[in-house]
């Protein structure tokens, strides 16, 4: 089954099979608990208590967490500081999972 949608396809029609929500497109299965926005952007994980840190690069980002493309052969802890390049926020996260070059992190705290 296609999840491609056609552009002549009502807004009803898009809402009424759940590709359409809140005013944005969601790919049909998505199960995930909001939209994710593709960025291309730096950031830094940091632990044990700031002296480690690494640089990863954002390729998606949501409220609730981010993936991110890091080192594999890099060692991360269960949770950390995150920071968006270009943010002075620091939020709190944790590992979601992790394969090969691609991490999921999940934001222990909800975005402002």
Known sequence: MSTAFSTHDSIEKLMARGELEL???RMKGDRRRTLRRKIFKGATLHFNCGTVSFQCLVRNLSGHGVMVELDPLNQ??????????GDDRRRQAELAWWHGSKVGIRFLEMSD
Do not use: M, N, S
């Open 23 to 25: 005013g944005k497109l």
């Open 76 to 85: 991360l802890p269960e949770t950390f500081v995150f920071r968006l390049a």
